[in-house]
């Protein structure tokens, strides 16, 4: 017998641990008791990961080709249409196939979920490692009444709904390491998983029923970091909820991580900025730049937001930390922000985003609240006057403070900070021209505006028509200063690439091509500024390699790719002070 567990990620570059883990769980337990548990009939697990871009009649294909007798699908807010739609669409092909669901999407109705599709056979609720196994072990065994395990829900022999207990929480070390190598995971981000559970109890998070916070063991872990280390995989992305709410635990991978970094990998890790105490940051000051990435939730910086969602957050020692950690200049910092909130209304949300901006985040993440099944957020949602999607994945239409206008005009902040913040393709640019307006929320609120009268908005536009319209937008916000800003905007385009054609609005550089061929005879030579890794080229190779652009015809600035930012990854940029001498 086949049992096939099914991911639809949303991305390619993403990747399921849930279905990986639940395969290296099974497969460890019948390695361990082949004869007893799964002696009359044999049974295999099969993996296959596809992603909602996929055409669905390709993923229906490919199931039907590997003909399993069982498919398990793991459940999400941004999958769960395309699942449903190969519900459906299964039994009419395998029509002996029995259908398992899995995963939070239907962990919290999943009587209702029963009810509604016939064509599903029973639900793995919550942590499904030990159900799954369970399940497993009475399909060897030929039988077929799941009624008796805990953590589904099924229908019994009489065709009524059973739902059983979720099972206790997880020893986090009985759980095999999922990556036995990383074959199948090239160019895709690699997740970990050093804990589970969540200490807090945010009102708008499923975490949050989970305050049974486990650990795996160090000696796993560090075990397992080095597998990583020793193949120099490009990224790991712990999806621990909140990293460092045992210092003990962080500081144990933070060390190691240091110890044996090798100098390519980078550790993504969920914090509370406000937890760090002197001893973790000092740790972090000393890191590689690039080694670790942050993300940290502020989500709003209204009190009465923050006592309502159920956040424990002391927001001057957040501001204090994550100034420091700036300061380092080596760790790449996401701030996120959560609108549609109970007591945010768009005046307060602006005041949360203006806060959060002037902490200089490395990327302002603005997200809008979904009202997951479950949580403390769907069962208040009637005294918030919260309205919400009634599709996944259940985003927020209006609240008591926030109206559906309002909410669309938030919509176009996100967009633009996306394009001319978040990109990091604007740097120098919008620190100059967020200078130009009280606040950076009305810049961005502004560009929204710009971009919506002048029908630019929801369409797909190229790198280089980005900065066009934005050419357009100071044309007609700051007049007066649109060649300084054209100039602002050549400099950004050479910090991230060599170009191939300059834009319309760059200065013309034909009266200073003796000068640059000049430079670049000399550089060949004596390599003041050019080295490591320039050694050895002539002068018209250098030329192609970097780029010098002389700005109002009295600055010139060096561009060179092969010394790079590690966060940013822009170019390192010199200024030629004896260029005209």
Known sequence: MKFLLAALNAKYIHSNPGIYSLKAYAERQMERDPSDAFGKQEI?????????????????????LRKPDMVGFSCYIWNISWVMELVRDLPLVLPEVEIWLGGPEVSYDAADVLQREPGVTGIMMGEGEETFLEVLKLYADGRRDFSSIDGVACRNEKGETVIRPLKKAMDMSAIPFPYEDLDDFEHKIVYYESSRGCPFSCSYCLSSLDKSVRFRSMELVKRELDFFLERRVPQVKFVDRTFNCSKKHTMEIWRHITEHDNGVTNFHFEISADLLDEEELELMAGMRPGLIQLEIGVQSTNPDTICEIRRKTDLNRLKSVVERIHGFGNIHCHLDLIAGLPYEGYESFRNSFNEVYEMKPDQLQLGFLKVLKGSFMAENAKAYGLVYSAKQPYEVLGTKWLDYGSLLKLKGVEEMVEVYENSGQFTVTMKELVKEYKTPFDLFSDLAEYYESHTLTGASHSRMARYEILDGFVAEHIPGKAAVYRRLMVYDLYLRENLK???????????????????????????????????????????????????A????????????????????AYVIEDFFH
């Open 44 to 64: 295999s697990v099969e993996l296959g990961e596809y992603t909602i871009n996929n055409q669905m009649g390709d993923i229906l294909k490919d199931i039907y």
């Open 501 to 551: 054609s300059r834009p319309d609005f760059a200065e013309d550089q034909t009266p200073f091509k003796d000068q640059v061929r000049e430079f670049f005879a000399e550089e060949a030579v004596k390599h003041r500024y050019l080295s490591g890794g320039y050694e050895g080229f002539e002068a018209r190779q250098l030329i192609k390699m970097a780029h010098l652009e002389v700005f």
């Open 553 to 572: 015809g009295k600055t010139a600035v060096l561009f060179d790719y092969r010394k790079r930012d590690p966060l940013s990854y822009n170019a390192a």
